[in-house]
């Protein structure tokens, strides 16, 4: 028999299909294969880009040119703009705003070819470092109510350049999943005072069984309610609203969890495509932050989402979380 | 400028970019995958091939799971839900969870292989609108189901699976999915402070401003809703209000069925046959227990919900529920008024 399985979070219904599991083997997704060609974000084509707008380079180097480790730029087919003043205003029965923001693109090294996983600890912790000092600045911008990194690794996954990036959307007002988990995890600390991640990591922790990887500050574990197969939470241990005030051991921790994380991933499905998005608080007043804590949460892309998912928002998960860990788990290094 | 908009019903913020806009023809679904199916278990004369049928339009020939007939639903051989058994709501520390209980039927459409519903004639696509509202029907009998879902995955990019037989397919579910519930909530809300559904109103508008309706035949109204999430996103709403799809008389079915083929054809005609996905949304089953309000049948409006797979949604979607529509649904329903069929 199925299992349905309620998020305690935001409330969503998914179906564990515990009777005929997916096995890896059995899932036929996309496969992720470069085709090369031009890629704007190597080293000596900087000047395809709009100018760089932090950057962690060599000494002496000058800015927009090779030499640099980790590259922030504006991105060049903005989502959203950053002059303006932000103007809601409403139209017979609906709502508008115009479309102020900030998307800029993370240019996480110079290297083509590598994924997290071919990259070194050290080359990942900059990278992370330079995703909190972005969000820092941003933060300061009175506009904007949300900052969202995201990372779509892989055509599948919706990357439309090949050289590995990451992306950073500020918005000026919190998206509704956002507020969804801010409701939910409110109406549990007021109910029983306590964070729900951190009891989430609580129970984790005593069950044991979608455990992936756990270092001293970070577990990585398959959540008891995934929505996709094979879908990873890489939660903070210590209890924090945002992202940006990880502090340094913690991003090595991080650095070092993240990419174990992903190399098991990308060992139990080759040429696989992904996402990953970093849940962090809202910014500028939308929220306390006692009770959200930010996590981290990876989507591999290898089913559809299809009519009945779009349709009532339940969704139907092929392997369980349990199984999904252990097969994560059994992966050798 | 890009413009932020918000979906009056649920309240989902949506970019309409303008930026990256590309012109509609661009959006044309790539070169389709010609290869004839091999062997499908939808055709008639296969029937042994799937489930035993609940249902069945057969004019031909009585014997069920025999030749002979124009349509046929059948349980789903893959089912995200079984039927039989009892829920057994527990917990699990600070989780819940319940046993997968439901059901799970796949309406195939036609006994010719015929892979888009758009090509069935008006008078088959009548008998399929005419099943969902029996199939709801039944199910509803069923008082450990709150809803049924009804859908359809065409093309392989919109979860359809490879073999290209038209059908579609009902889950009835034993909690209210939490799409539906915001739906449901949203219009509520809206009904409780102005005491107008929140449907009939958009509809109102749209018929004013006019530059998102795609076509008004009928008694039903074809838009690209103002905040949509998908470019080519199309609703297509009754005029009248209701709140149920199942109380629909003969006549609006035919209609519904003539508007449906036109909008599917004007589609495949104008985008190249895309991959797509609707879904109907009706009011949950209202039985009189705890969790009903009682002003659904005011407050809530059936429709359909029709999108085209023309772009990848990716981790931004995903984590913020914000969604990146590259084309202003203005457009797309001046190209689809335009598409001749």
């Known amino acids: ?333 | 400028m890009p413009e932020l908009r918000k979906d009056p019903v649920i309240g989902r913020w949506v970019i309409i970019s303008t930026e990256r806009a590309l012109r509609p023809d661009q959006f044309s679904s790539q070169v389709k995958d010609e290869k004839e199916d091999l062997f499908c278990p939808f055709c008639e004369g296969k029937e042994e091939n799937t489930p035993p049928e609940v249902y069945a339009i057969r004019p031909r020939n009585p014997t069920r799971n025999g030749p002979g007939w124009d349509l046929r639903v059948v349980p789903s051989i893959s089912p995200f839900l079984r039927i039989e058994g009892d829920l057994d709501r527990r917990g699990n520390g600070l989780y819940d969870v319940m046993n997968g209980v439901g059901a799970h039927e796949i309406v195939v459409e036609t006994n010719q292989h015929i892979a888009n519903m758009a090509d069935l004639s008006e008078e088959q696509i009548t008998k399929v609108l005419n099943c969902y509202s029996d199939r709801i029907t039944d199910l509803g009998k069923d008082t450990r189901f709150k809803y049924v879902l009804v859908f359809k995955n065409y093309g392989k990019g919109a979860g359809g699976g490879g073999i290209k037989h038209t059908r579609s397919q009902l889950i009835a579910t034993p909690v209210n999915p939490k799409r539906v519930k915001e739906e449901l909530t949203g219009a509520r809300l809206y009904y409780d402070y102005h005491e107008r559904c929140v449907f009939c109103d958009l509809i109102k508008q749209e018929l004013v401003q006019k530059e998102r309706v795609i076509l008004e035949l009928d008694g039903f109204v074809a838009v690209s809703p103002f905040a949509a999430r998908f470019p080519f996103e199309t609703w297509i709403l009754p005029k009248r209000h209701c709140s149920d799809y199942t109380c629909m008389d003969a006549e609006s079915v035919r209609n519904l069925s003539r508007v449906l083929k036109t909008v599917l054809l004007k589609l495949k005609k104008g985008l190249n046959d895309p991959d797509y996905n609707y879904i109907i949304h009706t009011a949950p089953f209202r039985r009189q227990k705890a969790g009903y309000w009682k002003t659904i049948d005011y407050d809530y409006h059936w429709h359909i919900e029709i999108m085209p797979r023309l772009t990848k949604v990716a981790g931004f979607e995903w984590g913020t529920g914000f969604y990146i529509c590259p084309l202003p649904p203005e457009e797309t329903a001046k190209f689809l008024r335009e598409v001749q069929v």
């Open chain 1, 1 to 333: 028999m199925a299992e349905l399985r309620r998020d305690p979070v935001v409330g969503r219904w998914v179906i564990v299909d515990t009777d005929h599991p997916n096995k890896p083997e059995d899932f036929e997704y996309e496969q992720n294969i470069p085709s090369g060609g031009l890629c704007p974000f190597c080293y000596g084509n900087e000047f395809m880009t709009p100018p760089e707008i932090s950057c962690f380079r060599d000494p002496g180097t000058a800015a927009n040119t090779p030499g640099w480790q980790v590259r922030v730029v504006a991105n060049k087919f903005p989502a959203l703009q950053i002059e303006g003043k932000l103007d809601r205003r409403g139209l017979g029965i609906y709502d508008m705003s115009n479309g102020i923001g900030a998307h800029e693109v993370l240019i996480e090294s110079p290297y083509h070819n590598k994924d997290i996983p071919e990259l070194l600890v050290q080359e990942i912790e900059s990278y992370l470092m330079m995703c909190g000092v972005r969000c820092a600045d941003l933060k300061k911008d009175k506009r904007f109510k949300y900052i969202m990194i995201f990372r779509n690794y892989g055509a599948p996954a919706g990357a439309s350049l090949e050289h590995p990036h990451t992306q950073l959307i500020a918005l000026p007002m919190a998206p509704k999943n956002a507020l969804e988990e801010i409701r939910g995890a409110r109406g549990y600390y007021n109910y029983r005072e306590r964070c729900i991640f951190c009891d989430i990591i609580r129970q984790e922790i005593t069950d044991k069984v979608r455990i992936v990887l756990e270092n001293k500050y970070f577990i990585s574990f398959c959540p008891f309610v995934s929505r996709f197969p094979f879908e990873i939470m890489i939660m903070p241990k210590k209890h924090s609203g945002y992202f940006c005030h990880i502090s340094g051991d913690e991003v090595s921790a991080l650095a070092q969890i993240l990419k174990e994380t992903l190399t098991k991933l990308k060992k139990v499905f080759v040429n696989l495509s992904y996402n990953y998005i970093i849940h962090s608080a809202p910014i500028n007043g939308e929220s306390d932050v006692e009770y959200y804590h930010w996590h981290m949460e990876i989507m591999p892309k290898l089913t559809q989402v299809a009519g009945f998912e779009w349709g009532t928002g339940f969704y139907l998960d092929q392997t369980s979380p349990e199984l999904a860990a252990q097969y994560l788990k059994a992966v050798k290094d």
